[in-house]
């Protein structure tokens, strides 16, 4: 994967939620980035900066080999609630990285440590409190920057899945739903 746009292109966003980067594949085999964003972000300039900062650096990751982007999240031994579970996960791990490498270089972003963490301990408050603070210093840092590590985080964030025997959390064998008996 080459690390450069053969073009990148705003439109306007329909709404809050559709505000973010997307970076697609052209015919040729260019990548493109489109930003959407809306018009009143145009009229706050620190607001656009921080946005355009956290945005651009998801194109940058994706188009980076080192990072090594994938547009596919899933397993296919995921159910639709696993999978939607590991996206919000994985975005929320990006997320986190992406602000705490903007903040090492001296930039403006769109959540500063304290809210990073704060969001962070709430999605993963089911780890032990010295292996979240672990796992955000990784992230924060980054120490934990590659897609296929993000992405194993979001999808088995306990590491149960390597484990032979059943274990208080795991996914049932039968229906895949975790169980704790």
Known sequence: MSDALAALVFRKARGRNDEAAELYRDPEGQWRGI???RPERLADDAALRRFLHHELAHLADM???EFGYSPELGS???T???LRLTRERYRLLWAVSIDGRLT?????????????RQEFNRGFAFLAAER??????????GRLAQHH???????????????HAPVPG??????????FQ
């Not at 979240?132 to 840092?141: D, H, K, S, V, Y």
Request: glycine residues 8%; proline residues 7%; charged residues 20%.
């Open 35 to 37: 930003v959407a964003l």
């Open 63 to 65: 188009v980076a080999p």
């Open 76 to 78: 296919t031994g995921q």
């Open 80 to 82: 639709p609630s696993q």
């Open 104 to 116: 090492q270089r001296g930039l403006e972003t769109v959540a500063d440590e304290v809210q990073r």
């Open 132 to 141: 979240r603070e672990e796992l955000f210093e990784a992230l924060w840092n």
């Open 149 to 163: 590590a993000l992405l194993e985080l979001a999808a088995d964030p306990r590491g149960l899945q390597g484990r």
């Open 170 to 179: 795991a996914a049932c064998p039968l229906c895949g739903f975790a169980t």
